[in-house]
């Protein structure tokens, strides 16, 4: 609301609307001097400050009076918007009659042509901004009204390029938004002679953006809707080098070719640098226009700008998601990121049909997962588990397109549904004693439901570990070229950092057999061969391959060592008492376990039990407990890799944490000075 001052040579109406504003009261048409009063002053109170407030006051009781009584109040509206001149004044009443609901008949299209007029109006009596105001509040009333839309369209198709710059500018963005709501062609080449006019070029090459996208994602042929996007894409990079240009160039034109890195299969580092300047460009946005009163036209662009911000972020998130063997939480990856993605018209840029976006993502999402079988075996679970929601439609299809994918890509194997790569060796061992069909389907899915089931409670930190130590080796070429030394490596990577985990977890109440990793009452250390035999006994469960005190490795002794067809991996246990660092670790130990490597893979395992200190705060997390370390020896072109682990002892339970700190609190209270 606007309170001005009152002034002596105020009428009284405006004497007592400001009264009321002041005391913060809703005025009302009787309370200022009564509809007459107001009628026979419109001359002067039409361009007073207060001309808004009192078209509020009109609009508010309009919707009591009579049929009947209906001609004067129109009159009284059509008067008031017409005698007003000044920009904020417009704008207050540009947002009142949007929001009236119960204008009489006739009143809209009334005050419509008295919008159009002022727009029209360059004889110089309106400032540039107030007949852009006007413009716009012409734009709101025929929104929904296709009489008064043809007659906008004519006044925006006779706009001369030699108006008035600032009304330019404003009409170019009204220009386009009409173009999003009703698809009139001539609008486009509107903006086309306009984006050659200097101070109007940004905005009218911006819409022309937003056009040519509107197009592409309406254009059911292909290859049009793909001449459609890549004009789109060069008129937002056009205006994204303008002077002056605002965030949203830059969102829409990064957004744009986002999709098409996307299809391109770039990788998800690259992505992500593209998807970072979108999230900078989207909230610049937010603060750029961060008034709550702001047209609703204008809310709509905001949210579709969030909207393809969605889109892009969930880009990201699957093309990394794609690129893994399997997904931890796969519920979240299918639901969140592939069948949102698969389905991004509608679930993500809320469409109401499928279009060109999703001829730009699909082909992806569908030959990453049929890359990987696990993936596509989780993709058919989630199918099974969840057959009312309302995203299987789109898993069925991508389930399809992979069959059809395979159908016409003999090469690639055609199993990718019925089985998983974790159960691959149970089938090639059931092929060699020639089982049937339906026992190697049983066969490999109940390992499968087994290994996933083991699996299932996999943490976050388990998880980054796994990913950290996998970078480090992976471009290792006894990791990269030696399927034998990889499978070696990542089994006992997986086992060891589970192993781990779960000796965390375990107290002496539930396995007395860990009670080795606590303080003792006497004071006495545990042997090296306690951990020794408890990681044995883990292993040995998982791998039959285990061997406990192997000798003549390296001449010296290995602690266990696991083999597969001429390979073999060791894991070199130790017990340390004066320094846990892995710095320290790896200069006492790494040569020792790296000695080991000599004939096999150059990849090993350190695990040292730490005894170093009683562990009265507390355990130290597993993401603290685990580096991959590299071992460059003299003469030797090719580093050796070794997995520190760290197992913490000489623990304490919870319960004795805790009255340890309370005993702590309470000695050094008492130990406190008495105060004077």
């Not at 900078?280 to 008034?291: G, H, I, P, Q």
């Amino acid at each position: 609301m606007v309170a001005v001052a009152p002034r002596p040579q105020f009428h009284s109406v405006e004497t007592k609307l400001h009264a009321l504003l002041r005391e913060g009261k809703i005025p009302h048409v009787e309370d200022i001097g009564g509809r007459d009063v107001i009628a026979e002053a419109i001359p002067s109170l039409a361009t007073s400050p207060l001309a808004s407030e009192i078209l509020s006051a009109v609009l508010r009781d309009v919707g009591r009076i009579s049929a009947d009584d209906a001609t004067p109040w129109k009159e009284l509206i059509k008067r008031l918007v017409q005698g007003a001149t000044s920009d904020f004044v417009l704008i207050e009443m540009v947002d009142a009659i949007d929001a009236c609901q119960q204008l009489p008949d006739g009143a809209a299209s009334d005050v419509f042509m008295v919008f159009l007029q002022k727009a029209g109006d360059a004889s110089g009596d309106l400032a540039g901004y107030a007949r852009a105001v006007a413009l716009e509040g012409a734009f709101r009333l025929a929104v929904t009204d296709r009489r008064m839309q043809l007659r906008l369209l004519d006044t925006l198709l006779g706009i001369q390029v030699s108006d008035d710059p600032q009304f330019l500018r404003y009409a170019a963005k009204i220009m386009g938004v009409a173009h999003s709501h009703w698809r009139e062609a001539e609008l486009v080449n509107m903006l086309r002679t306009l984006s050659e006019c200097e101070g109007v070029a940004y905005e009218a090459s911006f819409e022309l953006g937003m056009a040519g996208l509107a197009l592409a994602l309406n254009e059911a042929k292909r290859d049009v809707a793909t001449t459609f996007f890549m004009d789109s894409l060069l008129w937002f990079k056009k205006a994204e080098s303008m002077p002056g240009a605002t965030p949203e160039a830059a969102l829409y034109g990064e957004c744009l070719t986002l999709l098409t890195d996307f299809e391109e299969h770039k990788t998800e580092q690259e992505l992500r640098k593209r998807s970072t300047v979108i999230q900078k460009s989207a909230f610049e946005l937010l603060a750029w226009y961060a008034d709550p009163n702001s047209p609703t036209w204008l809310g709509a662009r905001h949210f579709q700008a969030a909207c393809w911000n969605d889109l892009a972020y969930t880009l990201v998130s699957l093309a990394d998601s794609l690129q893994k063997v399997s997904w931890w939480e796969p519920r979240v990856v299918i639901e969140r990121q592939v069948l949102a993605a698969y389905s991004a018209g509608r679930a993500i840029l809320k469409r109401s049909g499928d279009g060109y976006i999703e001829t730009l993502i699909r082909p992806r999402i569908e030959s990453s997962i049929a890359q990987r079988e696990g993936q596509a075996y989780l993709l058919k679970h989630w199918l099974q588990q969840y057959q009312d929601h309302e995203l299987v439609p789109e898993a069925k299809a991508i389930l399809n397109g992979i069959d059809h994918m395979m159908a016409d890509r003999p090469e690639v194997q055609r199993n990718p549904i019925e089985a998983a790569t974790v159960w691959a060796p149970v089938a090639a061992v059931l092929s060699q004693v020639h089982a049937s069909n339906e026992t190697t389907r049983r066969v490999g899915e109940l390992v499968a439901n087994a290994f996933a089931s083991s699996l299932e409670n996999l943490s976050g930190g388990e998880i980054e570990i796994f990913n950290q130590c996998r970078t480090s080796v992976e471009h290792h070429p006894d990791h990269r070229d030696s399927v034998r030394g990889a499978k070696l490596f990542d089994t006992v990577l997986l086992w060891t950092v589970r192993f781990l985990g779960n000796r965390l977890e375990m107290t002496k109440k539930d396995d007395p057999s860990v009670a080795y990793l606590f303080e003792k009452t006497d004071g006495t250390l545990p042997p090296e061969s306690a951990l020794q035999d408890d990681y044995f006994c883990w292993l040995n469960t998982l791998s039959a391959s285990g061997e406990i005190e192997s000798t003549n490795i390296g001449g010296g002794r290995a602690d266990v060592v696991l083999k597969t067809t001429g390979e073999r991996i060791v894991i070199e246990i130790k017990r340390e008492m004066k320094d846990a660092t892995f710095d320290s670790l790896a200069k006492s130990y790494a040569g020792q376990t790296t000695d080991y490597q000599n004939i096999s893979i150059r990849l090993g395992f350190l695990l040292v039990l730490d005894l170093t200190e009683a562990k009265r705060e507390g355990t130290p997390h597993i993401r603290s407990l685990v580096q991959c370390r590299s071992i460059q020896r003299t003469g030797e072109t090719e580093s050796r890799q070794v997995v520190i682990i760290k197992v913490p002892g000489r623990r304490y339970l919870p319960s004795e944490i805790s009255r340890g700190a309370k005993r702590l609190t309470t000695l050094g209270n008492h130990a406190a000075p008495q105060s004077k």
